[in-house]
């Protein structure tokens, strides 16, 4: 009947979303304009008789011309022609999301983990690379690497295509695109330190999944260079290039910034450490190392083991800062994150990647966490820093330019607070980790909406930190690589069911109050239906597993319990008790 494609059109000027001028009018003014506030509005004029009811179906679509529009619009004004397009909508998103499927006391990590993580890696980060905050649609060469991680349980073919695209805008000298456009192929080259990196990183979580080691061998191209080298080779060179970006003191340069953005002037000179960038690329090297011996590819990985103790003992000699890692040093050599900061006097990241990395011995592990928790650990999750800056520093970057406790700047940067969940699931620590997640579970969070301010359904970018006043307001949602950690983290972490080169290993870590739990998962083809069972109420620790009733043996105390790679398409139960 009418519409409007106007905000103030709609809304009329100085009005009220609660009263809309076209509500209290009840008529649009079928405005529109380019140079508008766009907004969709559609006015209907109904008339039911008692106890009548009628459906109205709107369609909204894009096509390439006139004549495709009008073809769309006639098949979805067909009798079911709406409600069979939905239900194979359904149909397919059942497919992608029911391959791991958990059941634990919490609904809401269940509705989570089995749906919302899912869809919102999946639809916004790897199809979409959009929304409200940004818009670009651009593949980032860390960003999507790591939201692929979602296929891993689910499809991890698509995981292994994501890697082949990725493998494909690295250079020959073993850098990488920061980000490009796909047609186009045109991106940003630059020294970001930790961007190249996350392609072996993945591998590993690949070949872990699927035990698909003819993988490394395939040919992939380099950006500048026609020639294509093995997958390996890519992964060689990454690492190479990495470790030749280091300083006189053995510890990895910053360079354009890591993984934290924000730290954007640290290191432009090529001069400035990263204290993150030692934690994981020591991880890395030890991972490859490993990889190696089990590939057959000893010989061009041979450097792996020894660059990881120099890399290890630079960081704890150098890095430690008394009580915790320090997080990173300008180029003029002035320290970030150190207890001699007036700002900024600790950092998130260089305490739990000390854990996940392995870089920390266990005294120093534990330190740094207390740590995290002392200072970083709040009421709606462990913040990135603390204090937050309160001025700008042009020597470190464009974090310290938001107001304290926006985004970057102290606040809860959600994609950090789930490495600060596996830090503290490594340590044993299942009601601290179920306690931190808890404290940022949008779901929970959701439940105080004029606090939290935005969808309950989906993971943030941030959440804004004690020193805002807005402290624990949700922001930059959809658009953040935290849905595809935080779904591995729920996973691998706390439910503890981790994919291995050898198979499913086990290792719970949950709050004592739970009875117990169910997952089941596909992993290599084959269906495991696993039930753990917590009758003592511990946080972590396997007494006996039974597999379709017979009981799994481990050789050694200290054996981890690995469940067998079974034949594909057999499906098989497992009864798992703590204790």
């Not at 970001?192 to 392609?199: F, T």
């Not at 990263?274 to 090297?285: A, T």
């Not at 039974?546 to 799994?552: A, H, N, S, T």
Request: one cysteine or more; glycine letters at 10%.
């Amino acid at each position: 009947h009418s519409f409007d494609g106007d905000k103030e059109s709609f809304v009329g000027s100085y009005g009220d979303w609660s009263l809309p001028r076209a509500v209290k009018d009840g008529q649009c003014q079928n405005h529109q304009g380019k140079w508008g506030d766009g907004i969709a509005s559609l006015q209907l004029k109904i008339t039911l008789a008692a106890g009548a009811e009628t459906e109205i179906t709107f369609t909204l679509g894009a096509a390439g011309h006139r004549d495709q529009a009008e073809a769309l619009i006639k098949k979805y004004r067909s009798a079911g022609s709406s409600h069979a397009e939905l239900t194979r909508v359904k149909e397919a998103w059942k497919k992608r999301i029911d391959p791991l499927w958990v059941e634990t006391p919490d609904p809401s990590f269940d509705l989570l983990t089995n749906i919302w993580l899912k869809y919102q890696a999946i639809s916004c980060r790897l199809w979409g690379r959009a929304a409200y905050y940004q818009q670009s649609g651009a593949y980032g060469f860390r960003d999507q690497l790591q939201d692929s991680q979602i296929f891993l349980p689910l499809h991890p073919e698509r995981t292994a295509k994501q890697i082949r695209m990725h493998a494909a805008h690295q250079f020959k000298d073993g850098s990488v695109y920061h980000w490009w456009h796909p047609f186009t192929d045109t991106g940003l080259h630059n020294t970001v330190s930790d961007n190249l990196l996350w392609l072996p990183f993945l591998i590993a979580e690949y070949l872990k999944e699927t035990n698909h080691w003819d993988l490394l061998r395939e040919a992939i191209p380099f950006v500048d260079d026609p020639e294509s080298a093995p997958l390996w080779e890519h992964c060689r060179r990454a690492m190479q290039r990495a470790l030749a970006w280091r300083s006189d003191r053995g510890l990895p340069l910053i360079g354009a910034h890591d993984w934290n953005d924000g730290l954007n002037a640290v290191g432009t000179q090529m001069k400035g450490e990263s204290v993150w960038m030692g934690h994981f690329l020591h991880k890395i090297l030890r991972e490859w190392d490993i990889i190696a011996e089990k590939s057959g590819l000893t010989e061009p990985f041979s450097f792996c083991a020894a660059e990881a103790e120099k890399i290890k003992a630079a960081v704890n000699e150098h890095g430690w800062d008394g009580m915790w890692y320090w997080r990173a040093t300008k180029d003029n050599g002035e320290k970030i994150g150190s207890a001699s900061c007036e700002q900024g006097k600790i950092y998130l990241n260089a305490q739990t990647w000390s854990v996940i990395g392995g870089t920390a011995p266990r005294d120093r592990a534990r330190t740094c966490m207390e740590q995290v928790e002392k200072y970083l650990d709040r009421e709606f999750g462990p913040i990135l820093f603390w204090p937050a800056y309160t001025s700008v520093d042009p020597d470190i970057g464009y974090l310290s330019r938001y107001a304290p406790g926006r985004r970057e700047n102290g606040g809860l940067y959600t994609h950090a607070g789930t490495w600060a969940i596996q830090a503290e699931t490594l340590l044993g620590r299942g009601d601290h980790a179920y306690a931190m997640y808890k404290r940022f579970n949008p779901i929970d969070r959701g439940k105080d909406p004029d606090l939290y301010q935005v969808e309950p359904y989906v993971t943030p970018g941030n959440v804004d930190g004690p020193d805002s006043p807005q402290y624990g307001r949700g922001g930059w949602t959809w658009y953040t690589g935290s849905a595809a950690w935080l779904f591995h983290v729920s996973l691998n972490s706390i439910l503890g069911i981790q994919a291995t080169y050898e198979g499913l290993r086990v290792a719970p870590c949950i709050p004592k109050n739970w009875p117990g739990f169910k997952v089941t998962r596909r992993f290599r083809n084959a269906i495991y239906h696993i039930q753990v069972q917590n009758p003592r109420g511990v946080e972590s620790g396997v007494a006996a597993i039974f597999i379709d009733g017979v009981p799994l043996t481990r050789t050694g105390a200290d054996a981890e319990w690995i469940l067998p790679v079974f034949p594909a398409e057999s499906t098989h139960e497992v009864r798992v008790k703590m204790g």
